[in-house]
């Protein structure tokens, strides 16, 4: 037990003294053995290294309550002589820690059952390049800008894609004397919050249908009038969204939708958990969008996102993985100003929390600060977005270091997007190298658990190739991509989302490498599964047809190509609004063509609508602002050319 100078008297202290007395019963055992029952334990709700285990007893800093109630659990059944009962322990240990970590004493109720917001890691697997730049103008002016990329939700920071309460910490006795029939639900509580850890450790199915099912049967002999029953309802609805997010079944995401809207409806608006269970109504709607394209969930899910992160009272842990998710659907509509602002607090709010408590705090930050340098890369502020990417690696490479089984999946997609970053300031053999590693690291955690990291294996494989792309090498990017699609097919389906995306990008690649013969088919193929897969007006179709429709100009199949390119276009505009980047591509493109088939006047009043609207989303400096300049004047200059052409005629 450290003295009073090391750690003065107050609640901190009173909390490590509670756990070396938990300590002592156990007999002392060594940090590392510590651990490694902690580690060997499938069913309890967190981890700690052996680094943390010496912290906690040392009282430097307060843990992640998940991680502390399995160093409690542990400790408890090693006592050697008169064993405690487990439950009144947690409920005691709990309550210091909430003490210390700046909360209000718990009254008994050792956790709330409200999961944090499903606060999902923008992991960056793109579509090929679709936007074009004028081809015959000068040297600036055919830089291409890339179309944003399609960013998949991926595994993220320890306890962040869906941080569920502890709930086999145990209920004080006392305040459920009254309802027999809810004893027997917190049975349904532990047996959920088993399942949920080992769904969290391994990625099996099974093992998350398992949970799903504890999950119902607590929901189900919850008192209606009970306090944690909205949250109970969240949970289960976040654990059908996730099992939809793994087999793309939209009846899973239609039922926690309604259990979300059941769960907001329920609480109480004055309960710090409600904002928390706002937002994750919003990020299921986000993705029943994202599924079909239907705008008007977007809108819906952005007003309730805006409604959580405005909404109070908000504990300070859970307010930036709000904020979070509200700067990604900001974004999806072009609101820009409002979406980096949203991703700025959240890393200013974890970048303090992380200052006081850095074991419980700095995974967040990493996480907060890979979405950010997504973000500010999307608005052509690279040089920012890498050093947001190269601290989120260096955070995770240092947390790696400590407990790789926990950390190194983050650290593979902190990799991959940091590859990314560099391409984007040009620094290729720095980016292959960060893509490379990511791929190594995933190829590794696919061996031992293929369920929980083939996907996320062939999204770094993708974000490889693309590094091959931009740096030149067309031979090995394309390998790349044919692999990659194969190993979708073979581990998502042929007809999920990311194969498809797999397929558009392996066309990409032959019409780079000027393969147009195999490029048109394999995008004319993948524009009819996805119109299929996920409807006409899903943006992942959106974006096929538009990359079909470059692919068709430049074939000098000009006329398709621009019929396609209207409609896109159209549709664009239509479901994403038209300040959003996916429009304003598409707009460049027609605006292109049209000076291609001999319309230079229109093709330059096109662009000079194109520069005023870009300058006021993107900015005047963005690269996209910077091409449209350059082929808005090339374009004029042709209208100029032709004029003085006439005149002498």
Do not use: C
């Amino acid at each position: 037990m450290p003295d009073e100078q090391q750690l003065p008297p107050g609640p901190r202290r009173d909390l490590a003294a509670a756990l070396h007395d938990l300590y002592a019963l156990a007999g002392k055992p060594a940090a590392r053995t510590i651990s490694a029952w902690i580690r060997d334990q499938d069913d309890l709700p967190g981890t700690l290294s052996h680094e943390g285990v010496s912290a906690v007893l040392r009282g430097s800093g307060t843990p992640r309550w998940a991680n502390l109630e399995s160093l409690v659990r542990v400790l408890v059944e090693q006592q050697r002589v008169g064993k405690a009962d487990i439950d009144i322990v947690v409920t005691r240990i709990h309550t210091l820690w909430r003490i210390a970590d700046g909360g209000p004493p718990s009254a008994g109720e050792p956790s709330p059952a409200a999961p944090d917001p499903q606060e999902t890691e923008q992991y960056e697997e793109t579509v090929s390049d679709a936007e074009t730049s004028q081809p015959g103008a000068a040297p600036a002016a055919r830089a291409t800008s890339q179309l944003p990329g399609r960013h998949r939700k991926a595994r993220s920071s320890d306890g962040n894609t869906l941080d569920w309460a502890p709930w086999n910490s145990g209920i004080d006795k006392r305040l459920w004397r009254s309802s027999r029939k809810w004893g027997a639900s917190m049975t349904s509580r532990d047996q959920a919050s088993s399942a949920w850890a080992r769904f969290k450790r391994t990625g099996s199915l099974a093992d998350l249908d398992a949970a799903i099912s504890a999950f119902q049967a607590a929901a189900q002999t919850a008192p209606l009038d009970h306090l944690d029953r909205a949250a109970i309802l969240s949970n289960l609805s976040g654990a059908l969204r996730t099992r939809f997010e793994r087999t793309g079944s939209l009846a899973d995401l239609d039922q926690a939708i309604a259990l979300a809207e059941q769960a907001a409806g329920e609480g109480s608006t004055d309960n710090s958990r409600h904002p928390a269970i706002l937002s994750n109504l919003s990020g299921a709607l986000r993705a029943r969008f994202e599924r079909t394209g239907n705008r008007s969930d977007l809108d819906r899910a952005i007003a309730l996102a805006e409604r959580a992160a405005s909404e109070g009272p908000i504990e300070a842990s859970r307010h930036p993985a709000i904020l979070s998710n509200l700067a990604t659907m900001l974004s999806e509509v072009g609101r820009w100003e409002e979406a980096l602002a949203a991703a700025e607090e959240a890393v200013h709010i974890r970048r303090q929390l992380a200052e006081t408590n850095p074991d419980a705090y700095e995974p967040d930050l990493a996480l907060s600060l890979s979405n950010l340098g997504t973000m500010l890369s999307e608005v052509g502020r690279w040089e920012e977005a890498l050093a947001a990417a190269e601290e989120a690696v260096h955070i995770r490479r240092q947390l790696a270091e400590t407990n790789p089984d926990a950390y190194e999946p983050d650290l593979a997609l902190s990799l991959s997007n940091l590859g990314n970053r560099m391409s984007e300031v040009g620094r290729w053999e720095e980016a292959l190298a960060a893509a490379e590693e990511a791929v190594h690291i995933h190829q590794q955690l696919a061996e031992t658990n293929p369920d929980a990291y083939a996907p996320d294996l062939t999204a770094s494989q993708s974000n490889l190739a693309r590094a091959y792309l931009a740096a030149g090498d067309l031979y090995r990017a394309t390998q790349l991509y044919e692999r990659t699609l194969v190993d979708s097919e073979r581990v998502l389906g042929p007809n999920h989302p990311d194969t498809l995306i797999s397929r558009n990008n392996l066309a990409g690649a032959y019409e780079s490498a000027g393969d147009l013969g195999r490029a048109i088919p394999l995008y004319e193929r993948t524009l009819v599964d996805f119109e299929r897969v996920l409807g006409p007006n899903h943006p992942d179709t959106l974006n096929a047809g538009g990359s079909l429709a470059v692919s068709y100009a430049q074939a000098g199949r000009i006329d398709e190509a621009i019929t396609l390119l209207e409609r896109v276009t159209a549709d664009f505009e239509r479901v994403l609004g038209p300040d959003h980047p996916h429009t304003l591509s598409a707009r460049n493109n027609l605006a292109l063509w049209r000076g291609e088939v001999g319309d230079a006047a229109g093709a330059a009043a096109a662009f000079a609508d194109l520069l005023a609207d870009r300058e006021r989303v993107l900015g005047p400096e963005h690269p996209d602002t910077l091409t449209t300049r350059e082929n808005l004047a090339h374009w004029r200059e042709q209208v100029r050319g032709a004029a003085v052409h006439q005149s002498t005629d």
